[in-house]
Protein backbone atom coordinates (compact mmCIF):
# COMPACT_ATOMS: atom_id res chain seq x y z
CA UNK A 1 0.00 0.00 0.00
CA UNK A 2 1.44 3.47 -0.93
CA UNK A 3 2.23 5.62 2.29
CA UNK A 4 0.78 9.00 2.49
CA UNK A 5 3.61 11.96 3.51
CA UNK A 6 2.53 13.40 6.64
CA UNK A 7 0.05 16.36 5.40
CA UNK A 8 0.98 19.89 6.10
CA UNK A 9 -1.33 22.07 8.05
CA UNK A 10 -2.66 24.82 6.33
CA UNK A 11 -2.55 27.23 9.03
CA UNK A 12 -0.87 28.68 12.25
CA UNK A 13 -4.45 27.58 13.63
CA UNK A 14 -4.10 24.46 12.95
CA UNK A 15 -0.30 23.97 13.93
CA UNK A 16 -1.17 24.66 17.17
CA UNK A 17 -2.55 20.90 17.71
CA UNK A 18 1.12 20.01 16.22
CA UNK A 19 3.44 18.13 19.20
CA UNK A 20 6.79 20.05 18.97
CA UNK A 21 9.26 17.50 17.55
CA UNK A 22 10.24 14.35 19.98
CA UNK A 23 7.05 15.25 22.23
CA UNK A 24 4.19 12.57 22.32
CA UNK A 25 1.08 14.04 20.92
CA UNK A 26 -1.19 14.48 23.48
CA UNK A 27 -3.55 11.49 24.74
CA UNK A 28 -6.94 13.60 24.43
CA UNK A 29 -9.16 15.57 22.33
CA UNK A 30 -7.87 19.47 22.21
CA UNK A 31 -10.28 22.47 23.18
CA UNK A 32 -10.35 23.41 19.99
CA UNK A 33 -12.41 20.67 18.25
CA UNK A 34 -15.16 21.80 20.40
CA UNK A 35 -14.82 25.60 19.58
CA UNK A 36 -16.84 27.64 17.48
CA UNK A 37 -17.13 30.92 16.11
CA UNK A 38 -19.75 33.89 13.90
CA UNK A 39 -17.52 32.38 10.78
CA UNK A 40 -16.69 28.73 11.42
CA UNK A 41 -18.08 25.67 12.28
CA UNK A 42 -16.45 23.30 14.42
CA UNK A 43 -13.76 21.01 12.88
CA UNK A 44 -15.33 17.86 11.11
CA UNK A 45 -14.60 14.59 12.96
CA UNK A 46 -14.26 11.16 11.33
CA UNK A 47 -14.04 7.87 13.12
CA UNK A 48 -12.25 5.15 10.39
CA UNK A 49 -9.82 2.24 10.78
CA UNK A 50 -6.22 2.35 10.40
CA UNK A 51 -4.29 -1.13 10.64
CA UNK A 52 -7.71 -2.01 11.94
CA UNK A 53 -7.74 0.15 14.84
CA UNK A 54 -10.86 2.38 15.38
CA UNK A 55 -9.46 6.06 14.50
CA UNK A 56 -10.96 9.42 14.98
CA UNK A 57 -9.47 12.23 12.59
CA UNK A 58 -10.65 15.77 12.66
CA UNK A 59 -10.78 18.28 9.51
CA UNK A 60 -10.98 22.19 9.70
CA UNK A 61 -13.46 24.23 8.42
CA UNK A 62 -13.50 26.48 4.68
CA UNK A 63 -11.19 28.59 6.85
CA UNK A 64 -8.76 25.81 8.11
CA UNK A 65 -8.75 23.09 5.77
CA UNK A 66 -6.51 20.19 6.20
CA UNK A 67 -6.14 17.31 8.91
CA UNK A 68 -6.17 18.88 12.09
CA UNK A 69 -5.55 15.78 14.19
CA UNK A 70 -5.89 11.74 14.75
CA UNK A 71 -6.29 9.93 17.67
CA UNK A 72 -6.37 6.07 18.23
CA UNK A 73 -8.78 4.91 19.92
CA UNK A 74 -8.81 1.53 22.48
CA UNK A 75 -12.20 1.02 23.21
CA UNK A 76 -11.75 -1.03 26.24
CA UNK A 77 -9.35 0.67 28.39
CA UNK A 78 -11.44 4.15 26.86
CA UNK A 79 -8.05 5.58 26.05
CA UNK A 80 -6.29 7.57 22.91
CA UNK A 81 -2.96 7.38 21.65
CA UNK A 82 -0.60 8.35 18.48
CA UNK A 83 -2.56 6.35 15.44
CA UNK A 84 -0.26 4.23 13.24
CA UNK A 85 -0.82 6.93 10.31
CA UNK A 86 -2.64 10.32 9.89
CA UNK A 87 -5.30 8.87 7.56
CA UNK A 88 -7.86 7.38 7.21
CA UNK A 89 -8.20 4.69 4.24
CA UNK A 90 -10.75 5.18 1.68
CA UNK A 91 -12.03 8.05 3.47
CA UNK A 92 -11.58 11.65 0.70
CA UNK A 93 -10.84 14.92 2.70
CA UNK A 94 -9.53 18.24 1.49
CA UNK A 95 -6.25 19.28 0.04
CA UNK A 96 -4.68 22.23 -1.08
CA UNK A 97 -3.67 21.55 -4.65
CA UNK A 98 0.57 21.99 -4.89
CA UNK A 99 2.00 24.70 -6.74
CA UNK A 100 2.00 22.21 -10.15
CA UNK A 101 -1.40 21.91 -9.47
CA UNK A 102 -1.10 18.12 -7.84
CA UNK A 103 -1.69 16.07 -5.35
CA UNK A 104 1.40 13.77 -3.89
CA UNK A 105 2.17 13.24 -7.46
CA UNK A 106 -1.52 13.02 -8.77
CA UNK A 107 -2.09 15.64 -11.60
CA UNK A 108 -5.49 16.11 -13.27
CA UNK A 109 -6.27 18.24 -16.39
CA UNK A 110 -7.25 20.94 -16.45
CA UNK A 111 -5.10 21.89 -14.02
CA UNK A 112 -5.83 23.54 -11.36
CA UNK A 113 -4.60 26.43 -9.55
CA UNK A 114 -2.08 26.08 -6.58
CA UNK A 115 -3.56 26.21 -3.29
CA UNK A 116 -6.96 25.23 -4.95
CA UNK A 117 -9.18 22.96 -2.99
CA UNK A 118 -9.68 19.39 -4.17
CA UNK A 119 -11.40 16.44 -2.38
CA UNK A 120 -9.06 12.93 -3.02
CA UNK A 121 -8.65 9.94 -1.17
CA UNK A 122 -6.92 6.38 -1.52
CA UNK A 123 -8.59 3.53 -2.16
CA UNK A 124 -8.73 0.92 1.32
CA UNK A 125 -7.22 -2.04 -0.24
CA UNK A 126 -4.24 1.12 -1.78
CA UNK A 127 -4.27 0.49 -5.38
CA UNK A 128 -5.44 3.62 -6.47
CA UNK A 129 -6.65 6.91 -5.84
CA UNK A 130 -9.05 9.14 -6.91
CA UNK A 131 -9.15 13.17 -7.02
CA UNK A 132 -12.54 15.34 -7.76
CA UNK A 133 -11.91 17.63 -9.82
CA UNK A 134 -13.07 19.92 -13.06
CA UNK A 135 -13.00 17.98 -16.65
CA UNK A 136 -13.17 20.08 -19.67
CA UNK A 137 -15.37 18.55 -22.26
CA UNK A 138 -14.36 18.39 -25.71
CA UNK A 139 -15.22 21.06 -28.20
CA UNK A 140 -17.25 22.88 -25.55
CA UNK A 141 -16.37 26.07 -23.27
CA UNK A 142 -17.30 24.45 -19.68
CA UNK A 143 -16.00 22.06 -17.60
CA UNK A 144 -17.65 19.10 -15.19
CA UNK A 145 -17.57 17.54 -12.31
CA UNK A 146 -15.35 13.89 -12.40
CA UNK A 147 -13.38 11.76 -10.53
CA UNK A 148 -9.63 11.23 -11.37
CA UNK A 149 -8.71 7.35 -10.90
CA UNK A 150 -5.00 6.71 -10.53
CA UNK A 151 -2.76 3.39 -9.75
CA UNK A 152 -0.81 4.24 -6.96
CA UNK A 153 1.99 2.24 -7.85
CA UNK A 154 2.61 4.55 -11.45
CA UNK A 155 0.85 7.82 -10.23
CA UNK A 156 -1.27 7.13 -13.88
CA UNK A 157 -4.35 8.24 -14.32
CA UNK A 158 -6.55 5.54 -15.46
CA UNK A 159 -10.01 6.93 -16.40
CA UNK A 160 -11.97 9.77 -15.47
CA UNK A 161 -15.48 9.23 -14.24
CA UNK A 162 -17.98 12.59 -15.17
CA UNK A 163 -20.60 12.53 -12.09
CA UNK A 164 -23.10 13.82 -14.63
CA UNK A 165 -23.33 12.60 -18.26
CA UNK A 166 -26.15 12.90 -20.66
CA UNK A 167 -25.20 9.69 -22.35
CA UNK A 168 -25.80 7.71 -19.11
CA UNK A 169 -29.09 6.93 -17.19
CA UNK A 170 -30.57 9.54 -14.93
CA UNK A 171 -29.76 7.20 -11.87
CA UNK A 172 -26.36 7.41 -11.87
CA UNK A 173 -26.11 11.16 -12.53
CA UNK A 174 -25.37 12.95 -9.23
CA UNK A 175 -27.72 15.42 -8.85
CA UNK A 176 -26.80 17.25 -6.06
CA UNK A 177 -23.16 18.89 -5.19
CA UNK A 178 -20.79 16.33 -4.29
CA UNK A 179 -19.49 17.17 -0.99
CA UNK A 180 -17.15 13.71 -0.43
CA UNK A 181 -16.77 10.58 -1.48
CA UNK A 182 -15.56 6.99 0.19
CA UNK A 183 -13.32 4.28 -2.12
CA UNK A 184 -14.05 1.01 -0.64
CA UNK A 185 -11.72 -1.60 -2.56
CA UNK A 186 -12.58 -0.83 -6.01
CA UNK A 187 -16.08 1.02 -5.71
CA UNK A 188 -16.40 4.70 -5.13
CA UNK A 189 -19.35 6.44 -3.17
CA UNK A 190 -20.00 10.09 -3.56
CA UNK A 191 -21.99 11.70 -1.32
CA UNK A 192 -24.22 14.79 -2.44
CA UNK A 193 -25.86 17.76 -1.09
CA UNK A 194 -28.54 20.44 -2.08
CA UNK A 195 -29.68 23.68 -0.62
CA UNK A 196 -32.35 21.35 1.21
CA UNK A 197 -32.66 18.63 3.37
CA UNK A 198 -31.49 16.45 0.78
CA UNK A 199 -28.08 14.76 1.07
CA UNK A 200 -28.06 10.90 -1.05
CA UNK A 201 -25.08 8.72 -1.85
CA UNK A 202 -24.13 7.68 -5.87
CA UNK A 203 -21.81 4.84 -6.05
CA UNK A 204 -19.68 3.97 -9.00
CA UNK A 205 -16.73 1.28 -10.12
CA UNK A 206 -13.18 2.63 -10.56
CA UNK A 207 -13.66 1.27 -13.93
CA UNK A 208 -16.38 3.98 -14.48
CA UNK A 209 -18.98 1.76 -14.65
CA UNK A 210 -21.98 3.46 -13.03
CA UNK A 211 -23.83 2.18 -10.46
CA UNK A 212 -26.09 4.68 -9.38
CA UNK A 213 -28.12 6.30 -7.06
CA UNK A 214 -28.76 4.06 -3.37
CA UNK A 215 -32.21 3.91 -2.88
CA UNK A 216 -34.20 2.78 -0.13
CA UNK A 217 -35.51 -0.89 -0.52
CA UNK A 218 -38.79 -1.51 -1.79
CA UNK A 219 -39.36 1.61 -3.25
CA UNK A 220 -39.59 2.17 -7.09
CA UNK A 221 -40.10 6.13 -7.32
CA UNK A 222 -36.35 6.44 -7.50
CA UNK A 223 -35.89 8.88 -4.54
CA UNK A 224 -32.72 7.35 -2.92
CA UNK A 225 -31.94 6.82 0.74
CA UNK A 226 -31.55 9.82 2.50
CA UNK A 227 -28.50 10.33 5.18
CA UNK A 228 -29.75 13.76 6.05
CA UNK A 229 -29.44 14.05 9.93
CA UNK A 230 -28.50 10.57 9.37
CA UNK A 231 -25.07 9.44 8.47
CA UNK A 232 -22.99 7.48 6.25
CA UNK A 233 -19.72 5.89 6.69
CA UNK A 234 -17.39 3.30 5.70
CA UNK A 235 -17.82 0.40 8.26
CA UNK A 236 -14.78 -1.46 7.13
CA UNK A 237 -12.72 -1.83 4.12
CA UNK A 238 -15.51 -3.75 1.93
CA UNK A 239 -18.18 -2.15 3.16
CA UNK A 240 -20.54 1.05 3.81
CA UNK A 241 -23.69 2.08 6.26
CA UNK A 242 -26.47 4.29 5.41
CA UNK A 243 -28.11 5.81 8.48
CA UNK A 244 -31.74 7.54 7.98
CA UNK A 245 -32.43 10.60 10.35
CA UNK A 246 -31.73 10.18 13.88
CA UNK A 247 -30.51 6.34 13.41
CA UNK A 248 -34.38 4.97 13.09
CA UNK A 249 -32.90 2.39 10.17
CA UNK A 250 -29.29 1.60 8.56
CA UNK A 251 -28.76 -0.09 5.07
CA UNK A 252 -25.00 -1.37 4.48
CA UNK A 253 -24.13 -2.59 1.24
CA UNK A 254 -21.17 -4.57 0.26
CA UNK A 255 -18.78 -2.82 -2.41
CA UNK A 256 -17.58 -6.34 -3.65
CA UNK A 257 -21.23 -7.22 -5.02
CA UNK A 258 -23.61 -4.97 -3.83
CA UNK A 259 -25.41 -7.17 -1.43
CA UNK A 260 -27.21 -5.23 0.96
CA UNK A 261 -27.92 -5.98 4.98
CA UNK A 262 -31.01 -4.22 6.73
CA UNK A 263 -31.84 -2.98 10.05
CA UNK A 264 -34.30 -1.25 12.12
CA UNK A 265 -33.98 0.66 15.54
CA UNK A 266 -37.01 -0.41 17.60
CA UNK A 267 -36.96 2.55 19.62
CA UNK A 268 -40.38 4.21 20.78
CA UNK A 269 -41.39 7.96 19.58
CA UNK A 270 -43.82 8.46 21.81
CA UNK A 271 -45.49 11.16 22.15
CA UNK A 272 -44.27 12.21 19.14
CA UNK A 273 -46.45 11.88 16.21
CA UNK A 274 -45.78 10.79 12.60
CA UNK A 275 -46.03 14.55 11.84
CA UNK A 276 -44.03 15.61 14.34
CA UNK A 277 -41.41 12.80 13.36
CA UNK A 278 -41.66 14.25 9.28
CA UNK A 279 -40.98 17.28 10.47
CA UNK A 280 -38.12 16.19 12.59
CA UNK A 281 -36.87 14.47 9.68
CA UNK A 282 -36.15 17.98 7.40
CA UNK A 283 -36.02 20.46 9.50
CA UNK A 284 -33.58 21.99 12.03
CA UNK A 285 -35.68 24.30 13.43
CA UNK A 286 -38.52 22.47 14.69
CA UNK A 287 -40.61 23.47 17.79
CA UNK A 288 -42.87 20.43 19.25
CA UNK A 289 -44.60 19.96 22.59
CA UNK A 290 -42.13 19.62 25.26
CA UNK A 291 -42.45 15.65 25.60
CA UNK A 292 -41.82 15.24 22.09
CA UNK A 293 -38.71 17.22 22.21
CA UNK A 294 -37.62 15.27 24.85
CA UNK A 295 -38.33 12.31 23.56
CA UNK A 296 -36.20 13.68 20.43
CA UNK A 297 -33.34 14.72 22.52
CA UNK A 298 -32.98 11.04 24.13
CA UNK A 299 -33.56 9.38 21.64
CA UNK A 300 -33.07 10.54 17.85
CA UNK A 301 -30.90 13.72 18.28
CA UNK A 302 -27.52 12.11 19.40
CA UNK A 303 -27.50 10.05 16.14
CA UNK A 304 -28.13 12.72 13.93
CA UNK A 305 -24.39 12.91 11.66
CA UNK A 306 -23.20 9.23 13.02
CA UNK A 307 -20.34 7.92 11.81
CA UNK A 308 -20.49 4.40 12.55
CA UNK A 309 -17.68 1.67 12.17
CA UNK A 310 -18.38 -2.33 12.74
CA UNK A 311 -16.40 -3.68 15.50
CA UNK A 312 -15.01 -7.52 15.41
CA UNK A 313 -17.86 -8.63 17.33
CA UNK A 314 -20.55 -7.44 15.12
CA UNK A 315 -21.51 -4.58 17.22
CA UNK A 316 -20.91 -0.67 15.96
CA UNK A 317 -18.88 1.92 17.46
CA UNK A 318 -20.10 5.60 16.45
CA UNK A 319 -19.50 9.18 16.95
CA UNK A 320 -21.69 11.17 17.75
CA UNK A 321 -22.56 14.92 17.30
CA UNK A 322 -24.31 17.75 18.72
CA UNK A 323 -24.42 18.21 22.71
CA UNK A 324 -22.66 14.31 22.52
CA UNK A 325 -19.30 15.16 20.23
CA UNK A 326 -16.46 14.22 21.17
CA UNK A 327 -18.76 10.72 23.00
CA UNK A 328 -19.08 7.09 21.76
CA UNK A 329 -21.96 4.64 21.43
CA UNK A 330 -21.64 1.19 21.17
CA UNK A 331 -24.62 -0.08 19.28
CA UNK A 332 -25.69 -3.45 19.06
CA UNK A 333 -25.02 -5.13 15.63
CA UNK A 334 -28.43 -6.18 15.08
CA UNK A 335 -30.81 -3.92 17.12
CA UNK A 336 -29.10 -0.91 17.02
CA UNK A 337 -29.77 -0.26 20.48
CA UNK A 338 -27.16 1.79 22.53
CA UNK A 339 -25.31 -0.55 24.83
CA UNK A 340 -23.17 1.88 26.28
CA UNK A 341 -21.41 5.30 26.05
CA UNK A 342 -17.88 6.20 25.50
CA UNK A 343 -16.72 9.53 26.62
CA UNK A 344 -13.53 10.32 24.92
CA UNK A 345 -10.63 12.27 27.11
CA UNK A 346 -10.38 15.76 26.64
CA UNK A 347 -7.75 18.33 27.27
CA UNK A 348 -7.45 20.68 29.75
CA UNK A 349 -8.55 24.03 29.12
Not at 125 to 130: E, I, M, S, V, Y
Not at 147 to 157: S, V
Amino acid sequence: MTMLRPIVFASLFAALLTPAPGQAEPACLPPSLFQHDDNATEPTLDLGLIASVPTLCAYGDWRYTGLRGCWAIDLAAGTLSVPAAASLPGHSQQRKAGADGCIEGYCIVPKPDADELLTWAVSTDGAHAAILGERALPGEMRVEEALYIFDTRTKTQTVAIPLLSNKEPDSTNVGNSPVKFYYAGDTIYVVGTDAGPNIKVWSFKEDGKRLGLITETGKADGSGFSVFKGGVNLIDDTHIALASAGLRTMLVLSASDGTRQERARRVSQAPCTGQDMAIFNLDESYVLSKGCMKTLAKSFEPYIDLVPLRLPSGDFVAALSGKSRGSLAILDGKTLTEKRRLELPRCAK
